[in-house]
């Protein structure tokens, strides 16, 4: 292990003691409504709820080499108790893995206790520090969250990815990765009209957890942030809120260390980060005002990401930018139009190291019309550049699904539905389209010439009627995917019905599609798609059910047939007392 990595341990384990020490002084402060809540006879009472789920899938292929295991299993627990106050939900999965993707065979999602104002973390957690350091991403490890009045402190320290090494044999096909671990805390004031939070995250790889690629280009990365947040409302009107934020990144821990002499508060974030000759640092900057009217409510913002700002607690990508925005919201004709807008000017390269800097203007507008209580219309834009994970095609050829994790550059969407009939039984009529332009993100890197364009239409009409009676829908599709110099588009007509029997005990429903596949240089192809899923509610939070569905490819010199099939129980508890049969509902489950 590096003498980096154990110099941030170190810190990380420090922070986590002042943190606790703080909790254990703030919970001083509430003694006197535990005691009371400790008096309560409901509180003393032990209730515990929870369900068991048993799964077994089934698989077999004709025509191409199997893409899953013939048979596999999977067992899920969550438990929930309630005791003295305390309320701690725990959820777990294991299963007998998946051979051909090499994927682990059990997974423990966790567990969040909480009293009061009082929040641990242990397992598959998610916590929020700010929008630049620790935001959106999974972590396994522990943590907690402190909550007393408007003082609010936090912890954590875990696993943001395991190790994967260098495998050409896998059908997965993706890059090495190194085992990153992620540690950090906040502490903060939060008012009625005021508030501020401090935080610190930082994450590093562990340079041992796999051998040295020696087809990849992937370093061992370690990267610190420190954020300050604060918010001010003056007056009913106006709102007031901001964060700033600098970072330092080493981006390869094998660099040597950088000299007393070149260090500075910058590249050592006022002394708790450890810089090397490939340190990065940077700051972000973000501001934003709010003023409500009566008719409207006007907002302002300001946004500024230097090149070298990078955070490893985030799916953030962004950098190297200048945002200055202004929009509006509000409603109109009765609450009938809701309209929001937001816009201005962009412009990158803000340092001129890459002399291709651009100026731009940005925007987003968001509309919605209900000029009845049956018909409606909504419609939106955006040129705002975000990280999206984007499905590709769904073509059953492919070895996985087909996710690209892309940087949205432009998306626009219109629809519109209308309800017909009997309001008991109605029809409802939907249309809806869509178009993505994206680029690739590779290496957490934006590949500029890795464009990518999705078009997408649908009209569906989906019939709707009460238990026992049958609920169906249908629909045609048209997508378009343009990949590099590829274009595939795809036409999918689809039929579902489902219906509930023997008092609602029984639900069962079908489904079936027909892709056409018309690929630029290559022969058309189809699939066809058809599945049933039925299930019986058994007394006492009793359930089994069963899956299938089939795929038959046929053209592109590539025929082939898949079956899949799953067989599953589930068990509900609650109390420790079985729940008893749902009453009957007006209609489908």
């Not at 899920?76 to 701690?88: D, E, K, T, V």
């Not at 990365?221 to 947040?229: G, H, Y």
């Not at 080493?250 to 000299?259: G, Q, S």
């Not at 596949?517 to 066809?528: E, H, P």
């Amino acid at each position: 292990m590096s003498k980096f990595f154990v110099h941030d341990l170190r810190l990380a384990f420090r922070l986590v003691i002042v943190f606790l020490f703080l909790g254990h002084t703030l919970a001083a402060q509430d003694l006197q409504s535990i005691y009371q809540n400790l008096k309560s006879p409901n509180s003393r009472k032990l209730q515990i709820s929870g369900g068991l789920n048993i799964s077994n899938s089934s698989y077999y292929s004709e025509g191409i080499a199997a893409r899953r295991d013939a048979w596999q299993w999977l067992i899920g627990a969550n438990l929930n108790l309630r005791f003295l106050g305390i309320n701690a939900p725990f959820a777990m999965y294991f299963s007998d893995g998946n051979k051909a993707y090499r994927l682990p065979s059990y997974t423990f999602t966790g567990i969040s206790p909480s009293y009061k104002w009082a929040t641990l973390h242990l397992g598959d957690r998610n916590m929020n520090f700010s929008r630049y350091s620790l935001s959106g991403i999974m972590f396994r490890g522990l943590g907690f969250e402190l909550k007393p009045g408007k003082w609010y402190a936090g912890a954590m320290y875990g696993r943001l990815s395991r190790a994967t090494r260098e495998d050409l044999g896998a059908l997965q096909r993706i890059d090495p990765v190194y085992k990153r671990i992620g540690y950090g805390a906040k502490l903060g004031y939060q008012g009625n009209n005021t508030s501020v939070g401090l935080s610190w995250f930082g994450a590093g790889d562990d340079e041992n957890s796999i051998a040295t690629p020696q087809l990849s280009t992937v370093l061992p990365t370690l990267n610190a942030v420190l954020s300050l947040q604060a918010s001010q409302r003056l007056g009913r009107k106006l709102n007031l809120e901001g964060e700033m934020a600098h970072s330092a990144t080493n981006t390869n821990k094998w660099a040597t260390e950088l000299n007393t002499t070149d260090r500075d508060a910058g590249n050592t974030l006022l002394g708790v980060f450890k810089p090397n000759e490939s340190v990065q640092t940077g700051n972000a900057w973000r501001a934003n005002a709010q003023y409500a009217l009566k008719v409207a409510s006007l907002t302002a913002g300001y946004e500024r990401i230097d090149q070298g700002f990078r955070t490893l607690g985030a799916l953030f990508f962004l950098s190297d930018v200048e945002r200055i925005t202004g929009g509006f919201n509000t409603n109109l004709w009765k609450n009938k139009i809701t309209l929001m807008t937001n816009g201005g000017v962009e412009r990158t390269d803000l340092s001129g190291a890459e002399r291709n800097g651009a100026r731009r203007l940005i925007g987003s507008l968001s509309a919605s019309c209900n000029p009845t209580e049956r018909l409606s219309f909504n419609g939106s834009y955006s040129n705002f550049q975000n990280t999206a994970k984007l499905r590709t095609v769904n073509d059953p050829a492919n070895l996985v699904d087909s996710l690209i994790l892309a940087q949205v550059t432009q998306n626009i969407s219109l629809g519109a539905s209308l309800t017909e009939g009997d309001p008991k039984e109605p029809g409802i009529w939907s249309i809806n389209l869509s178009r993505q332009s994206a680029n690739s993100i590779v290496n957490d890197a934006v590949q500029a010439d890795a464009k990518s364009k999705f078009f997408t239409t649908s009209l569906f009409y989906a019939k709707t009627r009460p238990a026992g009676l049958w609920n169906w829908s249908a629909g045609l599709s048209w997508s378009n995917t343009q990949l590099a110099a590829l274009s595939t588009n795809i036409l999918s007509p689809t039929l579902t019905a489902s219906r509930s029997f023997f008092k609602n005990t029984l639900h069962t429903s079908s489904r079936a599609s027909y892709n056409t596949f018309l690929t630029q240089g290559t022969d058309n192809s189809a699939a066809f798609n058809v599945g049933l899923t039925t299930d019986y509610q058994l007394a006492k939070s009793n359930k089994i059910g069963m899956d299938v569905s089939l795929i038959n490819r046929t053209g592109a010199d590539n025929d082939f047939l898949e079956l899949y099939g799953r067989v599953f129980y589930a068990y509900s508890f609650q109390n420790g007392n079985p729940k008893k049969r749902p009453a009957k509902s007006e209609g489908n489950q």
